[in-house]
T-cell receptor
């Protein structure tokens, strides 16, 4: 069965601190995709990154970086020098193939990040 | 290019009433999805469609019906609303191809009294 676990329900940091959001996944598929989405207080879901199972290179985009480790089934997300605008709920998701075509996203329960001044 | 839009943004229903949520995308995407988001549970798939005229059940389809008469639209219907259907509903779409990213609409907040 496919499953995504985000054990951190809520994290509070002070601005400029670095913060890492954890994501652990389970799947029997050998080919799969992992995603991170951001949900700010306004409620929309914003796509941040996609990573496929064959690419274990870490990725950096500005203050954001992602560490994918197949050996530990983890896909962790780090924000460097956090800012108040980073306050949001962050979801990790695993793409699961559906019979008949297409895929669905299995989401973790999300981590609420609060960045305070 | 508006992306994925959802109508309405917010609605209050009484138990037993019916309504339809509309999702529209202008990206010519083949696949469309309806999810619901409940506190502490992440998002769960209700129904999905892999193309015009096709629909299929997701994880939590009971109490909902869908239709995809046009490629750009995906409708979610509640025939007889129940308080358990109080939730935020998200529509998503993605292009054909292996494991592409799903792009989400802004959500519809539904309250069933």
């Amino acid at each position: 069965a496919q499953k995504v676990t985000q054990a951190q329900t809520e994290i509070s940091v002070v601005e400029k601190e670095d913060v890492t959001l954890d994501c652990v996944y389970e799947t029997r598929d050998t080919t799969y995709y992992l995603f991170w989405y951001k949900q700010p207080p306004s409620g929309e879901l914003v796509f941040l990154i996609r990573r496929n199972s064959f690419d274990e290179q870490n990725e950096i985009s500005g203050r954001y970086s992602w560490n994918f480790q197949k050996s530990t089934s983890s896909f962790n997300f780090t924000i460097t020098a956090s800012q108040v605008v980073d306050s949001a709920v962050y979801f990790c998701a695993l793409s699961v193939r559906l019979t008949g075509g297409g895929n669905k996203l299995t989401f973790g329960t999300g981590t609420q990040l609060k960045v305070e001044l | 290019n508006a992306g994925v839009t959802q109508t309405p943004k917010f609605r209050v229903l009484k138990t037993g009433q019916s309504m339809t949520l509309l999702c529209a995308q202008d990206m010519n995407h083949e696949y469309m999805y309806w999810y619901r988001q409940d506190p502490g549970m992440g998002l769960r798939l209700i129904h999905y469609s892999v193309g015009e005229g096709t629909t299929a059940k997701g994880e939590v389809p009971d109490g909902y019906n869908v239709s995809r008469l046009k490629k750009q639209n995906f409708l979610l219907g509640l025939e007889s609303a129940a308080p358990s259907q109080t939730s935020v509903y998200f529509c998503a779409s993605r292009p054909q191809g292996p494991q592409e990213t799903q792009y989400f609409g802004p959500g519809t907040r539904l309250l069933v009294l």
